[in-house]
């Protein structure tokens, strides 16, 4: 069964740089055709999709945060990782990681990620 | 960039009632590119609907989605305590590039 387990720090600080990993279990990173990907949600508010990295390796980002982000992946640990740089408190948000094709068909849990000195 | 638009914003039933929320591109959109959504406080969105009219792994066939082009439905044939959530639609365009609808919160009455 597939399981997606995000990590990372809780709370960044305006201007630093965000960073989350998704570890995978029950899939492979690398060998899926699957896209790997992540979608944030700021409090009380929808879904945005940030960007995703195909199991070749290609990465697609939404263009309105491209100049910002970077997702790779680790395939000796079987994770991806999301950095956001230049954060604000606009990047306040429930960021998720997810595997998909069209949709979003699994999704980790989610956590908060605080932007705030 | 295409834009979906969900109404109603809110929509208030009874259980045992059916419920239709509605999901509008700004353009056309494939059938095969478009999924929805439920999601309850607290919790990650969960598949529901995939190609405007497959329902995913475990979805109870109350659910039910239709639509082309640039107008998508999803229906709940007869809710139940559990479906009062809020709901998403989302589509995937060329880029590749994936949008999310704004939301519907079904809420009881």
């Known amino acids: 069964q597939l399981q997606l387990q995000e990590s990372g720090p809780g709370l960044v600080k305006p201007s630093e740089t965000l960073s989350r990993t998704c570890t995978v279990s029950g899939d492979s990173v690398s060998r899926s055709s699957y896209y790997w990907g992540w979608i944030r949600q700021p409090p009380g508010k929808g879904l945005e999709w940030i960007g995703s990295i195909y199991y070749s390796g290609s990465t697609y980002y939404n263009p309105s945060l491209k100049s910002r982000v970077t997702i790779s992946v680790d395939t000796s640990k079987n994770q991806f990782s999301l950095k956001l740089s230049s954060v604000t408190a606009a990047d306040t948000a429930v960021y998720y990681c997810?595997?998909?094709?069209?949709?979003?068909?699994?999704w980790g849990q989610g956590t908060l990620v605080t932007v705030s000195s | 960039e295409i834009v979906l638009t969900q109404s109603p914003g809110t929509l208030s039933l009874s259980p045992g009632e059916r419920a239709t929320l509605s999901c509008r591109a700004s353009?056309?959109?494939?059938?095969?590119?478009l999924a929805w959504y439920q999601q309850k406080p607290g919790q990650a969105p969960r598949l529901l609907i995939y190609g405007a009219s497959s329902r995913a792994t475990g979805i109870p066939d109350r659910f039910s989605g239709s639509g082309s082009g640039t107008d998508f439905t999803l229906t709940i044939s007869r809710l139940e305590a559990e479906d009062f959530a809020v709901y998403y639609c989302?589509?995937?365009?060329?880029?590749?590039?994936?949008?999310f609808g704004q939301g519907t919160k079904l809420e009881i009455k």
């Open positions: 353009q056309s959109v494939s059938s095969s590119y």
């Open positions: 989302q589509q995937y365009g060329s880029s590749p590039m994936y949008t």
């Open positions: 997810a595997r998909h094709y069209n949709s979003f068909d699994d």
